[in-house]
């Protein structure tokens, strides 16, 4: 603070001033320096870079770009101020768009983008391909750019790596909303895994100092946040306000619809549960426990029991797949699904003879039964209702099939 108020008005003293609001994450602040020397000098063009980094951070990418345009007119070969032009268009639509970019340096020297030899342009084409080579690229620069760090460590994330990310992130002190978010995510993985609470409320303190602060509550990443910390404390129907007010901007994406359609099945919207988690296209994701049980219950709910049905079919025998095949049969009595109950019924008293198994296979079955009498459902059915009943030692199991004969032969019916 001595040397602060030792600063004048000199351009070298406000350059410097503004470097230090940079390094704190003061990103407005340094912009309103820089925009006012800009005002004083306007030949001053690298000016426009940073001014234009400062909007990057503050995840204004069009009007950085804007800027940023003012000066690559003159310098069109300049190696920051093209990385930093890739870097917006990989924000605002995908890698592909940066690394297009990149590209574009690499071709003035007729090589190709992986033979520029460029510490940032290596680090940046690495993030614009997903992380790929990552091992090999980011640890050598974790020293050079800061940014290297975090990318690796996301890198371990996406491979659910959590301990190496943890290692990485333990000598962190978060002072950015990224490396907030970064602790949150392993804290709130690893917590999970380890069934440690701490790890978890920690998680959400990190998420909610994001998502609460002034500078980020109205951003993505801040309502993001903000839904993780409710994600983290069960409240559902918080994390659907903060999603729905960010659906434009993600609608497409895989992450957000998987969570979407999780908090919307927790917080009993079947219908929108299902349209969001039928949009996840990720394999990985698609094979996740929690996914295939919301899936199914939603399926439920909405009338396609013969969907979750096949679910289960799906899956190798598991603990994971007897607890769906319980949710079936359960939820599927609860909404009067009583043929595909009863199939889970069949399957859950075969696994384990457990009287309770035999009661709602015992009730299913005659809940089925009744409907085919209705109309309600395939008079075929009853052959296989006969069959699931006939796998169960039980003096109940003739009284109840006496009956489906019995109606089968007044009805023309052959058993």
């Known amino acids: 603070m001595i040397y602060h108020q030792k600063l004048t008005d000199d351009t070298e003293d406000q350059l410097s001033l503004a470097s230090i609001h940079y390094l704190r994450n003061h990103y407005q602040e340094a912009t309103d320096i820089y925009k006012r020397l800009l005002l004083e000098n306007r030949e001053y063009l690298a000016l426009n870079v940073y001014v234009a980094l400062c909007y990057y951070k503050m995840d204004y990418y069009d009007v950085s770009l804007e800027i940023l345009q003012v000066y690559l007119q003159q310098f069109p070969d300049s190696v920051v101020g093209v990385n930093l032009k890739a870097c917006n268009h990989s924000r605002l639509y995908d890698g592909k768009a940066g690394e297009a970019e990149l590209k574009k340096l690499a071709d003035k020297q007729g090589i190709s983008i992986t033979q520029y030899d460029n510490d940032l342009v290596r680090h940046n084409l690495c993030v614009f391909r997903s992380g790929e080579n990552a091992m090999q690229i980011l640890p050598p620069l974790i020293d050079a750019i800061p940014e290297a760090r975090l990318n690796l460590i996301i890198y371990h994330l996406k491979n659910e790596e959590y301990k190496d990310a943890l290692q990485l992130m333990k000598d962190i002190e978060p002072s950015t909303p990224d490396e907030y978010i970064l602790k949150g995510v392993i804290f709130a993985c690893l917590g999970q895994i380890e069934d440690n609470r701490e790890m978890l409320k920690s998680a959400q303190q990190y998420f909610q100092l994001v998502g609460a602060s002034s500078s980020h509550c109205d951003t993505i990443p801040g309502r993001q946040s903000m839904a993780m910390c409710f994600f983290l404390l069960k409240q559902f129907?918080?994390?659907?306000?903060?999603?729905?007010?960010?659906?434009?901007?993600?609608?497409?994406?895989?992450?957000?619809?998987?969570?979407?359609?999780?908090?919307?099945?927790?917080?009993?919207?079947?219908?929108?549960?299902?349209?969001?988690?039928?949009?996840?296209?990720?394999?990985?994701?698609?094979?996740?426990?929690?996914?295939?049980?919301?899936?199914?219950?939603?399926?439920?709910?909405?009338?396609?029991?013969?969907?979750?049905?096949?679910?289960?079919?799906?899956?190798?025998?598991?603990?994971?797949?007897?607890?769906?095949?319980?949710?079936?049969?359960?939820?599927?009595?609860?909404?009067?699904?009583?043929?595909?109950?009863?199939?889970?019924?069949?399957?859950?008293?075969?696994?384990?003879?457990?009287?309770?198994?035999?009661?709602?296979?015992?009730?299913?079955?005659?809940?089925?039964?009744?409907?085919?009498?209705?109309?309600?459902?395939?008079?075929?059915?009853?052959?296989?209702?006969?069959?699931?009943?006939?796998?169960?030692?039980?003096?109940?199991?003739?009284?109840?099939?006496?009956?489906?004969?019995?109606?089968?032969?007044?009805?023309?019916?052959?058993?």
Not at 376 to 389: A, T
């Open 237 to 415: 129907d918080e994390v659907l306000i903060y999603l729905k007010s960010i659906k434009a901007y993600l609608f497409n994406v895989d992450e957000f619809n998987y969570n979407m359609g999780i908090a919307k099945c927790a917080s009993g919207h079947y219908k929108d549960a299902e349209e969001h988690l039928t949009m996840v296209t990720n394999p990985k994701f698609k094979s996740e426990y929690s996914y295939i049980m919301a899936l199914a219950r939603s399926y439920i709910y909405n009338g396609k029991p013969r969907l979750s049905w096949e679910l289960y079919l799906k899956l190798e025998t598991s603990h994971e797949s007897f607890n769906l095949v319980q949710l079936i049969a359960n939820d599927c009595y609860k909404m009067g699904h009583f043929f595909y109950s009863l199939k889970a019924f069949d399957v859950l008293e075969r696994l384990d003879p457990n009287p309770v198994f035999w009661d709602g296979k015992r009730g299913a079955s005659v809940g089925a039964f009744q409907q085919i009498v209705a109309g309600r459902e395939p008079r075929d059915n009853l052959r296989e209702i006969s069959i699931m009943l006939r796998n169960t030692e039980n003096p109940q199991v003739e009284y109840i099939l006496r009956a489906f004969k019995k109606w089968a032969k007044e009805n023309g019916m052959k058993m």
